[in-house]
């Protein structure tokens, strides 16, 4: 039988996945606004200075799963171990690791398909 606490908890990443789910269906790419919003998730634990760096240990495998279900594909796969590393170390997750691999895929060029003549 599940606890009140289990109900909260699913209604809680319920929430947030549908949050995930409609700001990414907007362009099919992540937004500028949720990639500075993770990065700022990511920058909450220096709030909270004896135990801030514990919470990466919980903020690191989410962020990395978040990571790579945004971006897809070779970005979202080097991405996640990226943002993965860099939020279980301590002292470096300042880096804003979504707001880079969101100017990374603006960036990168699309492939232009090769017309042949015949």
């Known amino acids: 039988m599940p606890t009140k606490y289990d109900t ?26 949720l990639c500075l919003l993770f990065d700022a998730v990511g920058s909450l634990s220096y709030l909270l ?35 993965f590393v860099e939020e279980l170390f301590p002292f470096i997750d300042i880096i804003p690791t979504f707001t880079i691999g969101y100017i990374c895929t603006r960036l990168r060029k699309e492939p232009q398909a090769k017309f042949t003549e015949k």
């Open 49 to 83: 200075p004896a135990v801030g760096e514990w919470t990466d240990v919980i903020w690191a495998p989410i962020s990395a799963f978040l990571f790579y279900r945004l971006f897809g594909g070779k970005t979202g796969k080097v991405g996640a171990v990226v943002s």
């Open 8 to 33: 909260e908890k699913r209604n809680i990443c319920f929430a947030f996945s549908f949050l995930i789910e409609t700001l990414y269906n907007m362009t099919k790419k992540p937004s500028l606004w």
